[in-house]
């Protein structure tokens, strides 16, 4: 029972190159959330899911998209990368009934 | 709107002190009051959680933490740290019912000296 996963776990990138960031989850759980968090900021939303096929924007969403084509894959799209967007990345799910969220491992993306 | 605010940035104190980190929250719906811990290069790890009922809440880890509905305030408290509490610790609020997302503090370091 791995729970939430993400990959990669690092990642450089250029100004103006693309990736995705992967979550993975094998706790069967409806909601799902992308998070990036930066020095004194805490933990900000960027996208979420509350269930297969659908997504949502959060406070953060500009220069990203996600996708949720399966209930236990959430993807994290960066089309042109930016310097400000260097972050550490959080994956989070959540029960349906349930407030309280598990996080990933996380991903660091530096972009130069 | 909901809104987290976390005091002190960082913490220190002597292992085997007592410790609090303090947390107050903004909300205009019904709350749910969660604390997390962060240990370096890490994902964020459950500690404790108030949903509703006893306002004492008691966690891993010998840490609690306690509701207060008229302060606006989810203060953490442990009585006796160790060197391993050492990591950054988040309080987060939740109670929108529609996306059931998290809004985070800015985080408190502890620093636990030998």
């Known amino acids: 029972n791995a729970g939430v996963t993400q990959t990669p776990k690092f990642r450089v990138l250029k100004t103006g190159q693309s990736m995705t960031l992967l979550c993975a989850q094998d706790m069967n759980h409806e909601y799902m959330y992308w998070y990036r968090q930066d020095p004194g900021m805490g933990l900000r939303l960027i996208h979420y899911?509350?269930?297969?096929?659908?997504?949502a924007k959060g406070e953060v969403p500009d220069g990203y998209n996600v996708s949720r084509l399966k209930k236990q894959n959430f993807l994290l799209g960066l089309e042109s990368a930016a310097p400000s967007q260097t972050s550490v990345y959080f994956c989070a799910t959540s029960p349906t009934g349930a407030y309280e969220q598990y996080f990933g491992p996380g991903t660091r993306l530096t972009v130069t | 709107a909901q809104s987290v605010t976390q005091l002190d940035s960082q913490v220190p104190v002597f292992e085997e002190a007592p410790v609090e980190l303090r947390c107050n929250y903004s909300s205009s719906v019904s709350v749910y009051l969660f604390w997390y811990v962060q240990y370096p290069n890490q994902g964020l790890q459950l500690l404790l959680k108030y949903l509703s009922g006893s306002t004492l809440v008691k966690g891993i880890n010998g840490f609690e933490a306690e509701f207060n509905k008229s302060q606006t305030s989810f203060h953490l408290r442990k009585p006796s740290v160790h060197i391993s509490d050492t990591a950054e610790y988040f309080c987060a609020v939740g109670g929108d019912t529609g996306r059931r997302a998290l809004t985070f503090g800015s985080g408190t370091r502890l620093q636990v000296q030998p």
């Open positions: 899911s509350v269930g297969e096929g659908t997504t």
